[in-house]
């Protein structure tokens, strides 16, 4: 059944917000720490399993694959929703210090690509 | 007559929200198609759109939920809201090989550190800059030019004036808005072509709704690759914000003054 494709997905997506809001208050802040990352490696795992016992029906998949299919228009609502005017009239010192730490990370992320970024092959 | 139109839409909301993307899309598509062929890609449009469309009611309603303070668009805040958003991000991952995972996990950890320390440090030197000196003021902006969730969360834990942690989220939005725009156009540039880079990439950047939306915008397959490692950016921020990073500024600042 398609179904049970997205109920495992929202079981993993769960499980994982709540284990990183556990390991978050494990250390004393409200933020969870990698709930999404926890629940991808749960989805991988648990899926990875289940087709190695043949327990994944390949009528499974779509209920998966669809809402991977669609994070492009969800993202293009996320980026509608955003509090862009904030940003803008934030001032000149938010304007800056977030231009400059984007400037940064970029010139971080170009130099580590460069050192460690190369498919191993 | 319009009245109950307009009632069918705001019950509808969420349904609303899905035709009317769904006709933003494919006026995005098609215009990377006839206007770029193909070389700005159709959801770059589209993000760029949303930001665009989210500036205009923004400054009309002056709110800050862009067009989901329209209460004829709300149901786009439902969709684009954190719940539809992690759902969809996690399910990138169904067919990501655990191999690319394993050989670059250590790259991720390394880069997620040193991004930290990076946007900290700029965040910190922009305020100098600026003429602010108290500590707590200080590590607060550094936060947020971490992330709008960094900034607030230190300001908080450390009691900073709500002055300068409004100035820290508006810092970390304007940070996620350029890297969604950036990303597309530095990506070739910079090497990001492959699941380790963006690794590296989410890493470094932390911002989630940034790397997701500018990773969709350059290769969708890079996706989850970076949302993975961008996801603990957030928490470790939060973590390290009010601890370590605030100590490291009060020791700085206590042997400069």
């Known amino acids: 059944m398609v179904f049970y494709g997205t109920a495992l997905l929202a079981g993993c997506l769960f499980a994982g917000l709540a284990i990183g809001q556990i390991i978050g208050s494990a250390f004393g802040i409200e933020s969870d720490i990698g709930g999404v990352g926890i629940a991808m490696l749960l989805l991988i795992g648990t899926t990875t399993w289940l087709s190695r016992r043949g327990r994944w029906a390949p009528t499974c998949a779509p209920g998966v694959q669809y809402w991977g299919d669609i994070y492009i228009p969800i993202v293009v609502a996320m980026a509608a929703s955003q509090n862009v005017r904030g940003a803008l009239v934030g001032g000149g010192l938010a304007l800056a210090a977030g231009i400059a730490s984007v400037a940064l990370a970029f010139g971080t992320v170009a130099l580590l690509i460069r050192r460690f970024g190369r498919e191993a092959s | 007559m319009s009245a109950a139109l307009l009632e069918l839409v705001e019950k509808y909301a969420l349904v609303v929200a899905f035709a009317l993307v769904g006709v933003v899309m494919l006026v995005s598509y098609q215009a990377s198609r006839l ?50 958003r992690d759902l969809a ?27 930290l320390f990076v ?41 900073a004036s709500s002055e300068i942690i409004a100035l820290s989220i508006a810092a970390g939005l304007v940070k996620a808005i350029l890297v969604m725009i950036a990303t597309p156009a530095l990506a070739r540039t910079i090497g990001l072509d492959n699941p380790r880079a963006a690794m590296i990439f989410g890493g470094v950047m932390g911002t989630n709704s940034g790397v997701i939306a500018g990773l969709a915008a350059t290769d969708p397959k890079l996706v989850p690759y970076g949302a993975m490692t961008a996801t603990f950016y957030t928490g470790l921020g939060c973590l390290l914000g009010p601890s370590v990073m605030f100590f490291l500024v009060q020791f700085l600042a206590g042997s400069n003054g």
Request: net charge positive; hydrophobic share 55%; aromatic share 6%.
């Open chain 2, 35 to 84: 206007f770029t062929r193909g070389r700005v890609h159709g959801s770059a449009i589209a993000i760029f759109l949303g930001l665009l469309a989210a500036v205009v009611v923004g400054f009309t309603t002056g709110g800050r939920k862009g067009v989901a303070d329209l209460p004829l668009l709300a149901g786009i805040g439902t969709m684009g809201g954190a719940m539809f």
């Open chain 2, 89 to 115: 991000i996690v399910a990138t991952a169904y067919g990501v090989r655990i191999e690319d995972l394993r050989a670059s996990g250590v790259h991720g950890v390394v880069s997620l550190v040193v991004g």
């Open chain 2, 119 to 159: 946007a900290f440090a700029a965040g910190v030197a922009v305020a100098l800059a600026f003429g602010v000196r108290d500590p707590v003021a200080l590590t607060t902006l550094g936060a947020g030019a971490a992330t709008y969730i960094v900034g607030p969360v230190t300001g908080a834990a450390l009691g």
